[in-house]
């Protein structure tokens, strides 16, 4: 069973300020990034990528920027809105599985409150 | 269509019971994957299948059975689960190394 306690951790952020979320990753062989957006009851929502061949990645109100030197990725959620609650989760490329396939590892995930 | 379903939403078992989940995809991905997620954690892979073979399994217990009938579905084959098994169980898919797309999960309570 899980501890007693056990939390994820939490990043507050007032509505319309930007937030940053830091992930730091494992295998240094690892070729591309993903980061999702899980609320509560939900799947995971993709929200962005980025390939080890590129240090930043824009979308609309995100920004992905991935530091291969000290193996660290971020996320950066501008104007940040009440929608935006949720865990977010990055993930890495650990190997290809063949055919296309490939295997994802998640990290522990942080979960973002949106102060109003 | 950008869209993963799985069935059933919920699922409760006893520990003899036998069930399968069942996951369904028609972006014309060739690779689907079965992930568990614990509560307060990431999700955790089990299965992957690349053009409806399988080409990864994590030491996952035998109780826990994959199965792809065709290139859209993807089935989970449950029997003698314990509690501690109870969890999200969520089916992924994609096409070419890019994204996986996920489902909204199976939340199954082994009792």
């Known amino acids: 069973g899980e501890s007693v306690g056990l939390h994820l951790p939490t990043l507050s952020v007032q509505e319309g300020d930007n937030s940053i979320i830091n992930c730091a990753y494992s295998n240094s062989a690892s070729d591309y990034f993903i980061w999702y957006k899980q609320e509560s009851g939900k799947g995971p929502q993709f929200i962005i990528d980025i390939r080890s061949n590129m240090d930043k990645r824009q979308g609309q109100r995100v920004t992905v920027l991935l530091n291969k030197t000290v193996k660290h990725l971020s996320l950066q959620i501008a104007a940040t809105q009440p929608g935006d609650s949720a865990v977010y989760f990055c993930a890495e490329n650990i190997g290809d599985s063949g055919a296309g396939s490939y295997q994802l590892t998640f990290g522990k995930g942080t979960k973002l409150s949106v102060i109003p | 269509d950008t869209e993963v379903t799985q069935t059933p939403k919920h699922l409760v078992m006893g520990m003899t019971n036998k069930k399968s989940l069942k996951c369904e995809q028609h972006?014309?991905?060739?690779?689907m994957y079965w992930y568990k997620q614990k509560a307060k954690k990431p999700p955790e892979l089990m299965f992957v299948?690349?053009?409806?073979?399988?080409?990864i399994n994590e030491s996952v217990p035998s109780r826990f059975s994959p199965e792809c009938p065709n290139s859209s579905l993807l089935n989970l084959h449950l029997h003698a689960l314990q509690p501690e098994d109870s969890a999200l169980y969520l089916c992924?898919?994609?096409?070419?190394?890019?994204?996986?797309?996920f489902g909204p999960g199976t939340r199954l309570l082994v009792l």
């Open positions: 992924a898919s994609s096409q070419d190394n890019s994204k996986q797309y």
């Open positions: 299948y690349s053009y409806e073979k399988l080409s």
């Open positions: 972006m014309g991905h060739r690779a």
